[in-house]
């Protein structure tokens, strides 16, 4: 578990408040940037779908490079101030000023670039930085609590801005959209201040010591194997959502947009009693659970089809909750694999590993099996990776609650 209980100096029972405003803001933050490169850059730059999808993997390079910058804020605090809230303070202006400029810019060249990568780089510092906070702050029974609000608030932002920006889009001025997206990034960041992190000692900061016994632990390395096989069942919602469920189901976009809201709601409210469950039962059971959550929510996915609108809306809040339940599952067993002297950058190699699951392994184990096999059962191909995964589980030692004094109880 934790290398040190820091967390006894401050913890306050209001911080999964604090962190289920912090993603709420990430989620539609999130959203509205994929929204505002895929369609913005289309529309008003008049580039072609096969160049904005380049752009977006370009753009989002910060993102694969997580670890690196996460790894300085867990090694060098800056003063008094500590190693989390001032670089997401500092993550708060450059968001401020970067959107500032994006709802200026009309044309594309390097300059928008530029900025958008800037604003994706602020977002990789305040995101990690408010992780490794999590980690430093949270009692070990109150773990599932905050991953569960947090990726239910997610869930929630995310539909909130698919919803707000969606509509906005078609009437009002994309200047006004862009500082709404930046608003939501600075609100963001306050939120992630509010949060008052443990004393910066000499052991409580990065050291090379503490990545060698990392390196050394069993569980490291099943839950990176863990993590990297069982992430594979996010596929549809997060991949493939969009073009899996307008193909399967021949809809206009208007309704696929209300199913992917109504899907984001589902995540809302599968992650917040996942978490609370996992701090009753241990790190194990939920791991379980929400893996045999998301097989099912798979094989739910796989039944969608044309002309049955009630149908497809139910199905797509059902998986949604499933997967939101196991990925609560998942997140609550990064915390427990990531030192909270490294928390940071080992909280992002877990959640890398988990966007290599998605996007690599689950997306060309897709490829390959949709055109053979068909669309529907080249869901179910991410199965077998799951069930794998939960071989795993017995071999990790994680979270268990602590047993009641019998004596106590009778009290």
Do not use: H
């Not at 001032?86 to 390097?110: E, G, H, K, N, W």
């Not at 609550?332 to 080992?346: D, F, K, Q, T, V």
């Amino acid at each position: 578990m934790t290398a040190y209980e820091g967390w006894k100096e401050v913890w306050r029972p209001w911080y999964p408040l604090v962190e289920g405003i912090f993603y709420f803001c990430q989620g539609f933050y999130s959203i509205g940037s994929l929204l505002y490169v895929a369609i913005f850059a289309v529309d008003t730059f008049k580039l072609s779908l096969n160049t904005v999808a380049l752009l977006q993997v370009a753009v989002v390079a910060p993102v694969y490079l997580k670890m690196i910058p996460l790894a300085l804020c867990d090694r060098y605090p800056l003063g008094k101030y500590g190693r989390r809230r001032p670089y997401i303070a500092i993550a708060a202006i450059i968001y401020a000023i970067s959107y500032a400029v994006l709802s200026q810019i009309t044309t594309f060249d390097i300059l928008w670039i530029a900025t958008v990568m800037i604003g994706m780089l602020a977002w990789v510092v305040a995101d990690g930085c408010l992780d490794g906070l999590t980690i430093d702050v949270t009692p070990p029974e109150k773990a599932g609590l905050m991953q569960g609000v947090a990726w239910g608030g997610r869930g929630l932002g995310y539909a909130f801005g698919a919803l707000v920006i969606g509509v906005m889009s078609s009437s009002i001025n994309w200047s006004i959209i862009v500082l709404m997206i930046g608003v939501f990034a600075v609100i963001q960041c306050l939120a992630g201040i509010l949060i008052k992190e443990p004393k910066v000692t000499t052991e409580r900061v990065a050291s090379l010591d503490a990545y060698k016994k990392v390196a050394k632990r069993r569980e490291t390395w099943i839950g990176l194997a863990y993590i990297l096989l069982a992430s594979t069942a996010l596929l549809v919602s997060e991949v493939f959502g969009t073009t899996y469920l307008k193909e399967q189901t021949q809809t206009d976009t208007t309704t696929l947009g209300i199913a992917l809201a109504i899907m984001s709601l589902g995540i809302f409210l599968g992650s917040l009693p996942m978490g609370i469950i996992s701090d009753k039962v241990g790190t194990k059971k939920a791991l379980l659970t929400g893996n045999v959550l998301a097989i099912i929510g798979c094989g739910l996915l796989a039944t969608i089809g044309p002309g049955n609108l009630t149908w497809m809306l139910s199905i797509a809040f059902t998986a949604g909750a499933f997967q939101g339940a196991q990925m609560t599952a998942m997140l609550r067993m990064y915390m427990e694999l990531s030192p909270p002297e490294i928390g940071g950058s080992m909280f992002a190699l877990y959640s890398s590993m988990s966007n290599a699951g998605i996007s690599v392994l689950a997306s060309l184990t897709f490829y390959f099996a949709a055109p053979k096999l068909g669309n529907a059962s080249g869901v179910l191909s991410v199965i077998p990776y799951v069930a794998v995964a939960t071989l795993m589980i017995p071999f990790m030692t994680l979270y268990k609650p602590a047993k009641k004094d019998p004596a106590q109880a009778k009290r």
